[in-house]
């Protein structure tokens, strides 16, 4: 099993740009998962999904924001129009079950910088 | 969901053993309280889950008393690379939960 796979690992981007943050989780792992991590405010929930549809978005910081979950063995974060308080390390984690005997599996991350 | 308390930071030397200590009040009868392990660069990392009393596995020993209000994790024998930033996540997304992180317990083990 390769754990869950994010692309790209670096972003560089200019205020303005679109960013889109790729995810795959692990086969046959029902819920997936996407947090932002920075110094100041630690890891934060933006938003799950269970079985490809979003159940809780209420981490999403604005509109700017949006997530898609096509189908069971991918989604995407994107980012439109960036600024530069977006510069955190995103991860993507996914667990099998939504008992909380099901740990969670994260990705390594995508660091975003936005100049 | 419960809320998590843990020391912000601890600092330890080669070989000694490390326990970190994580409350949880207001944990609900059917949760779990898992640990992960955070190093630089890289997302957190699952090394424990219990439920109750102790569990054991080759990275951890994770020690929860009969209230079930606290938990302990406990490293035997630290080395330099077990240098990281701890988390105690208590409970899931089931009955409306969501797996929130707290601030996490940063240890530093020195040579």
């Known amino acids: 099993d390769a754990g869950v796979i994010q692309s790209p690992r670096h972003e560089v981007t200019e205020m303005g740009q679109e960013v889109t943050l790729r995810c795959k989780p692990i086969?046959?792992?029902?819920?997936l998962f996407w947090y932002r991590q920075t110094m100041m405010r630690g890891l934060e929930l933006l938003i799950y999904f269970n079985n490809n549809v979003p159940i809780d978005d209420s981490g999403m910081p604005e509109d700017r924001f949006s997530a898609k979950m096509p189908n069971a063995s991918f989604s995407t974060l994107k980012i439109q129009p960036s600024e530069p308080r977006d510069s955190a390390v995103y991860f993507c984690?996914?667990?099998?079950?939504?008992?909380?005997?099901?740990?969670?599996?994260f990705g390594n991350g995508t660091r975003l910088t936005v100049t | 969901l419960a809320k998590t308390t843990q020391p912000i930071s601890m600092d330890s030397y080669e070989g000694q053993e490390v326990n970190i200590t994580c409350s949880h009040n207001?944990?609900?009868?059917?949760?779990?309280i898992t640990w992960y392990q955070q190093f630089p660069s890289q997302g957190p990392r699952f090394i424990i889950q219990g439920y109750k009393t102790k569990v054991t596995n080759e990275v951890a020993s994770l020690f929860i008393p009969a209230d079930r209000k606290s938990s302990t994790l406990s490293l035997p024998r630290v080395s330099l690379s077990d240098t990281a930033v701890y988390y105690c996540?208590?409970?899931?997304?089931?009955?409306?939960?969501?797996?929130?992180f707290g601030q996490g317990t940063e240890l530093s083990v020195k040579p």
């Open positions: 984690a996914s667990s099998q079950r939504q008992e909380s005997s099901s740990p969670l599996h």
């Open positions: 207001n944990i609900a009868t059917n949760d779990y």
């Open positions: 086969s046959g792992h029902d819920y």
């Open positions: 996540l208590v409970g899931g997304v089931n009955q409306g939960g969501k797996l929130i």
